[in-house]
């Protein structure tokens, strides 16, 4: 299958990606109408934080993309300034919740699908035979 097939020739993609950003850049360099790739890798940025706020501060958390592309179309901008607002008021929700409490706010840690998509009230099971299950123990 042609990159083209995959990608058309024309839509804008949005690519977010574990490894560096540069590698997927060296791929689609030269590619017909490149500028229309972004793509968002790891930065290496953070220190001993938690799991969610290394999500956020490498700008790999579901709230940045959605900043990034409402603030770079005029049309989205003007529309979706509530959106973007909301956005930002959980991210700085979630940088104090984590400065108080040195751990993920509840509503990321208990994350999870439900059946009739209500928000859980513990964390998820650990899957069977999960090594972290037994990792820490007093014995």
């Known amino acids: 299958m042609s990159f083209n097939a995959l990608f ?13 950003a540069g590698l997927i850049h060296s791929m689609v360099h030269g590619r017909s109408n490149e500028n229309r790739f972004h793509v968002r890798g790891y930065m290496d940025r953070g220190t001993t934080t938690t799991p969610f706020d290394m999500v956020v501060l490498n700008e790999m958390s579901r709230f940045s993309p959605c900043n990034r592309r409402t603030k770079e ?9 509530d959106v973007i607002d909301m956005f930002n008021r959980k991210l700085y929700e979630h940088s104090t919740y984590i400065r108080q409490h040195l751990e993920d706010m509840p ?3 208990n994350w999870g699908w439900t059946p009739d998509f209500s928000e859980r009230s513990e964390p998820p099971p650990l899957a069977k035979g999960h090594p972290r299950a037994s990792m820490f123990t007093n014995g």
């Open 8 to 20: 058309t020739e024309k839509a804008p993609v949005i690519l977010r990606s574990t490894i560096i």
């Open 107 to 109: 509503e990321i840690t």
């Open 73 to 81: 179309y005029p049309r989205l901008r003007s529309q979706a300034e």
